[in-house]
């Protein structure tokens, strides 16, 4: 049923032109933003989405940037999902991985930012 509904999406194909999405990454993706025209520009959709990080302040105390715990989970899941399978299979997204890597972040967290930099580039494609 969801090959189907795909079918009769046009940017369908667009979407799972990139590495690392599927029939059903698509599906989550496009069920949750449509053909984002909700969204001004990528930073509202990854806002949205839940992978732009938060500033987390209180007065005049700022304690930096964190992980967002709000947003459309299954959103989020999908793109962390297809950023984890691109950093494995795809050269390009490999790279930015190790540098993120190399920089002292976590697997979750350097994941998180190619997830990000993804989104970028899906918001474009749609």
């Not at 032109?17 to 069920?31: D, E, F, Y």
């Not at 209180?58 to 709000?70: H, L, Y």
């Not at 989020?76 to 890597?101: G, P, Q």
């Amino acid at each position: 049923q969801v090959e189907e509904m795909l079918d009769d999406f046009p940017l369908a194909e667009v979407l799972m032109s990139m590495p690392g999405v599927g029939i059903k990454t698509a599906a989550n993706i496009l069920l949750a933003v449509g053909d984002c025209s909700d969204f001004p520009d990528a930073a509202h959709l990854a806002a949205y989405a839940g992978i732009a990080p938060v500033t987390r302040r209180s007065g005049t105390s700022i304690r930096g940037e964190f992980p967002a715990r709000s947003g459309n989970k299954r959103l989020k899941n999908a793109l962390f999902r297809s950023a984890w399978v691109a950093s494995n299979c795809h050269e390009a997204s490999r790279a930015y991985y190790a540098k993120k890597r190399a920089e002292g972040k976590r697997h979750n967290a350097a994941v998180m930012c190619l997830a990000r930099r993804r989104c970028n580039v899906i918001f474009a494609m749609l």
